[in-house]
T-cell receptor, first 117, second 110 residues
Framework: ETGVTQTPRHLVMGMTNKKSLKCEQH?????MYWYKQSAKKPLELMFVYNFKEQTENNSVPSRFSPECPNSSHLFLHLHTLQPEDSALYLC????????????????FGQGTRLTVV | RKEVEQDPGPFNVPEGATVAFNCTYS??????FFWYRQDCRKEPKLLMS???SGNEDGRFTAQLNRASQYISLLIRDSKLSDSATYLCVVNNQAGTALIFGKGTTLSVSS
Protein backbone atom coordinates (compact mmCIF):
# COMPACT_ATOMS: atom_id res chain seq x y z
CA GLU A 1 0.00 0.00 0.00
CA THR A 2 1.76 3.13 -1.24
CA GLY A 3 -0.73 5.72 -0.02
CA VAL A 4 -1.39 6.73 -3.62
CA THR A 5 -4.23 4.87 -5.32
CA GLN A 6 -4.96 4.91 -9.04
CA THR A 7 -8.00 3.62 -10.86
CA PRO A 8 -8.54 1.89 -13.12
CA ARG A 9 -5.42 -0.29 -13.20
CA HIS A 10 -6.01 -1.19 -16.84
CA LEU A 11 -7.97 0.63 -19.53
CA VAL A 12 -8.60 -0.10 -23.18
CA MET A 13 -10.26 2.66 -25.14
CA GLY A 14 -11.03 3.51 -28.73
CA MET A 15 -9.76 6.67 -30.37
CA THR A 16 -13.21 8.27 -30.21
CA ASN A 17 -13.87 7.46 -26.57
CA LYS A 18 -13.72 9.75 -23.57
CA LYS A 19 -12.41 8.31 -20.33
CA SER A 20 -10.89 9.55 -17.08
CA LEU A 21 -8.07 8.31 -14.89
CA LYS A 22 -8.37 8.87 -11.16
CA CYS A 23 -5.70 9.30 -8.52
CA GLU A 24 -6.17 9.68 -4.78
CA GLN A 25 -3.48 10.21 -2.17
CA HIS A 26 -3.88 9.55 1.54
CA UNK A 27 -0.56 11.06 2.64
CA UNK A 28 -1.60 14.64 3.33
CA UNK A 29 0.63 15.88 0.51
CA UNK A 30 0.15 19.20 -1.23
CA UNK A 31 1.61 18.41 -4.64
CA MET A 32 0.42 15.89 -7.21
CA TYR A 33 1.83 14.87 -10.57
CA TRP A 34 0.98 12.96 -13.71
CA TYR A 35 3.80 11.08 -15.43
CA LYS A 36 3.72 8.98 -18.60
CA GLN A 37 5.93 5.91 -19.01
CA SER A 38 6.20 4.48 -22.52
CA ALA A 39 8.23 1.45 -23.50
CA LYS A 40 11.94 2.21 -23.79
CA LYS A 41 11.47 5.86 -22.76
CA PRO A 42 12.08 7.59 -19.45
CA LEU A 43 9.20 8.68 -17.26
CA GLU A 44 7.90 11.90 -18.78
CA LEU A 45 6.47 14.60 -16.57
CA MET A 46 3.06 15.74 -17.82
CA PHE A 47 1.46 17.99 -15.18
CA VAL A 48 2.22 19.35 -11.72
CA TYR A 49 -0.34 20.63 -9.24
CA ASN A 50 0.57 22.37 -6.02
CA PHE A 51 -2.21 23.24 -3.57
CA LYS A 52 -4.75 22.44 -6.34
CA GLU A 53 -3.18 24.94 -8.74
CA GLN A 54 -1.52 23.74 -11.92
CA THR A 55 2.07 24.88 -11.80
CA GLU A 56 3.45 22.99 -14.75
CA ASN A 57 2.20 21.70 -18.09
CA ASN A 58 5.02 20.01 -19.90
CA SER A 59 3.75 20.77 -23.42
CA VAL A 60 1.13 18.06 -23.19
CA PRO A 61 -1.39 17.81 -26.06
CA SER A 62 -4.86 19.12 -25.27
CA ARG A 63 -6.38 15.66 -25.66
CA PHE A 64 -5.08 15.16 -22.11
CA SER A 65 -6.93 17.38 -19.64
CA PRO A 66 -6.04 17.31 -15.93
CA GLU A 67 -8.31 18.27 -13.08
CA CYS A 68 -7.42 18.73 -9.43
CA PRO A 69 -10.53 19.43 -7.32
CA ASN A 70 -8.59 19.25 -4.04
CA SER A 71 -5.14 18.34 -2.75
CA SER A 72 -6.07 14.67 -2.40
CA HIS A 73 -7.54 13.98 -5.82
CA LEU A 74 -6.21 14.27 -9.33
CA PHE A 75 -7.89 13.28 -12.57
CA LEU A 76 -6.66 12.94 -16.13
CA HIS A 77 -9.46 13.29 -18.67
CA LEU A 78 -8.77 11.61 -22.00
CA HIS A 79 -10.45 12.22 -25.35
CA THR A 80 -9.65 11.44 -28.98
CA LEU A 81 -6.41 9.71 -28.06
CA GLN A 82 -4.02 8.14 -30.55
CA PRO A 83 -2.52 4.64 -30.43
CA GLU A 84 0.87 6.18 -29.59
CA ASP A 85 -0.69 7.46 -26.34
CA SER A 86 -0.76 3.87 -25.10
CA ALA A 87 1.47 3.81 -22.02
CA LEU A 88 1.58 3.47 -18.26
CA TYR A 89 0.23 6.62 -16.63
CA LEU A 90 1.61 7.17 -13.16
CA CYS A 91 0.32 9.54 -10.54
CA UNK A 92 2.60 10.74 -7.78
CA UNK A 93 2.39 13.02 -4.77
CA UNK A 94 4.90 14.83 -2.59
CA UNK A 95 4.81 17.02 0.48
CA UNK A 96 5.48 20.11 -1.56
CA UNK A 97 7.49 21.39 -4.48
CA UNK A 98 10.83 23.05 -4.09
CA UNK A 99 14.55 22.47 -4.18
CA UNK A 100 14.77 20.75 -0.82
CA UNK A 101 15.04 16.99 -1.10
CA UNK A 102 12.68 16.64 1.80
CA UNK A 103 10.00 18.43 -0.15
CA UNK A 104 10.31 16.66 -3.44
CA UNK A 105 10.47 12.94 -2.65
CA UNK A 106 7.64 11.54 -4.72
CA UNK A 107 5.41 8.60 -3.87
CA PHE A 108 3.86 6.86 -6.84
CA GLY A 109 0.63 5.02 -7.43
CA GLN A 110 0.68 1.68 -9.21
CA GLY A 111 -0.30 3.29 -12.48
CA THR A 112 -2.99 2.85 -15.11
CA ARG A 113 -1.92 0.82 -18.11
CA LEU A 114 -3.71 2.44 -21.04
CA THR A 115 -4.15 0.87 -24.44
CA VAL A 116 -5.65 2.96 -27.25
CA VAL A 117 -7.07 0.91 -30.12
CA ARG B 1 21.96 16.88 -24.18
CA LYS B 2 19.27 14.84 -22.41
CA GLU B 3 18.21 16.15 -19.02
CA VAL B 4 19.20 12.95 -17.25
CA GLU B 5 21.28 10.35 -19.01
CA GLN B 6 22.02 6.80 -17.92
CA ASP B 7 23.53 3.71 -19.48
CA PRO B 8 20.46 1.48 -19.98
CA GLY B 9 22.39 -1.75 -19.50
CA PRO B 10 21.40 -4.44 -18.88
CA PHE B 11 24.01 -5.24 -16.28
CA ASN B 12 24.11 -8.99 -15.71
CA VAL B 13 26.10 -9.89 -12.60
CA PRO B 14 26.45 -12.90 -10.30
CA GLU B 15 25.37 -12.81 -6.67
CA GLY B 16 27.96 -11.17 -4.48
CA ALA B 17 29.30 -8.92 -7.21
CA THR B 18 29.84 -5.20 -6.88
CA VAL B 19 28.19 -3.09 -9.57
CA ALA B 20 28.25 0.64 -10.26
CA PHE B 21 25.78 2.79 -12.17
CA ASN B 22 26.50 6.23 -13.50
CA CYS B 23 24.30 9.13 -14.44
CA THR B 24 24.83 12.61 -15.84
CA TYR B 25 22.42 15.53 -15.70
CA SER B 26 22.25 18.69 -17.77
CA UNK B 27 20.77 21.27 -15.40
CA UNK B 28 23.52 22.80 -13.30
CA UNK B 29 20.87 24.44 -11.09
CA UNK B 30 19.44 21.10 -9.89
CA UNK B 31 19.44 20.85 -6.11
CA UNK B 32 17.87 17.47 -5.36
CA PHE B 33 19.17 14.11 -6.46
CA PHE B 34 17.80 10.65 -5.94
CA TRP B 35 18.03 7.04 -6.98
CA TYR B 36 14.68 5.31 -7.45
CA ARG B 37 14.13 1.62 -8.01
CA GLN B 38 11.45 0.21 -10.31
CA ASP B 39 10.59 -3.48 -10.35
CA CYS B 40 9.04 -5.00 -13.44
CA ARG B 41 5.48 -3.71 -13.97
CA LYS B 42 5.55 -1.85 -10.66
CA GLU B 43 5.74 1.80 -9.72
CA PRO B 44 9.06 3.53 -8.96
CA LYS B 45 10.03 3.74 -5.31
CA LEU B 46 12.67 5.86 -3.63
CA LEU B 47 15.88 3.94 -2.99
CA MET B 48 17.94 6.77 -1.54
CA SER B 49 18.59 10.47 -1.74
CA UNK B 50 22.02 11.62 -2.89
CA UNK B 51 23.86 14.22 -0.85
CA UNK B 52 26.86 16.35 -1.80
CA SER B 53 29.13 14.59 0.66
CA GLY B 54 28.11 11.15 -0.56
CA ASN B 55 26.02 8.79 1.50
CA GLU B 56 25.71 5.13 2.29
CA ASP B 57 22.77 2.94 3.18
CA GLY B 58 23.82 -0.62 3.90
CA ARG B 59 25.17 -2.12 0.69
CA PHE B 60 24.30 0.98 -1.33
CA THR B 61 26.56 4.02 -1.74
CA ALA B 62 25.60 7.14 -3.66
CA GLN B 63 28.00 9.85 -4.81
CA LEU B 64 27.41 13.28 -6.32
CA ASN B 65 29.90 15.36 -8.27
CA ARG B 66 28.33 18.77 -8.90
CA ALA B 67 31.25 20.07 -10.95
CA SER B 68 30.91 17.23 -13.43
CA GLN B 69 27.12 16.96 -13.01
CA TYR B 70 27.53 13.29 -12.33
CA ILE B 71 25.82 10.90 -9.92
CA SER B 72 26.73 7.32 -9.13
CA LEU B 73 25.26 4.36 -7.30
CA LEU B 74 27.40 1.49 -6.04
CA ILE B 75 25.84 -1.79 -4.94
CA ARG B 76 28.06 -4.16 -3.00
CA ASP B 77 27.44 -7.88 -2.42
CA SER B 78 24.59 -8.01 -4.94
CA LYS B 79 21.52 -10.06 -4.04
CA LEU B 80 19.01 -11.72 -6.35
CA SER B 81 16.43 -9.29 -4.96
CA ASP B 82 18.47 -6.34 -6.26
CA SER B 83 17.34 -7.21 -9.81
CA ALA B 84 15.37 -4.17 -10.97
CA THR B 85 15.66 -0.98 -12.96
CA TYR B 86 17.49 1.84 -11.19
CA LEU B 87 16.37 5.35 -12.06
CA CYS B 88 18.55 8.41 -11.66
CA VAL B 89 16.40 11.39 -10.71
CA VAL B 90 17.05 15.13 -10.38
CA ASN B 91 14.72 18.03 -9.80
CA ASN B 92 13.86 20.31 -12.69
CA GLN B 93 15.05 23.88 -13.25
CA ALA B 94 12.13 25.39 -11.36
CA GLY B 95 12.54 22.89 -8.55
CA THR B 96 8.89 21.94 -8.93
CA ALA B 97 9.13 18.33 -10.06
CA LEU B 98 11.40 15.35 -10.58
CA ILE B 99 13.01 14.47 -13.88
CA PHE B 100 13.81 10.81 -14.44
CA GLY B 101 16.49 9.08 -16.44
CA LYS B 102 15.62 6.09 -18.61
CA GLY B 103 16.91 3.73 -15.97
CA THR B 104 19.61 1.09 -15.81
CA THR B 105 18.49 -2.51 -15.68
CA LEU B 106 20.28 -4.85 -13.29
CA SER B 107 19.92 -8.60 -13.35
CA VAL B 108 21.58 -10.58 -10.55
CA SER B 109 21.86 -14.31 -11.07
CA SER B 110 22.80 -17.20 -8.77
Amino acid sequence: ETGVTQTPRHLVMGMTNKKSLKCEQHLGHNAMYWYKQSAKKPLELMFVYNFKEQTENNSVPSRFSPECPNSSHLFLHLHTLQPEDSALYLCASSQGTGPSSGDTEAFFGQGTRLTVV
Amino acid sequence: RKEVEQDPGPFNVPEGATVAFNCTYSNSASQSFFWYRQDCRKEPKLLMSVYSSGNEDGRFTAQLNRASQYISLLIRDSKLSDSATYLCVVNNQAGTALIFGKGTTLSVSS
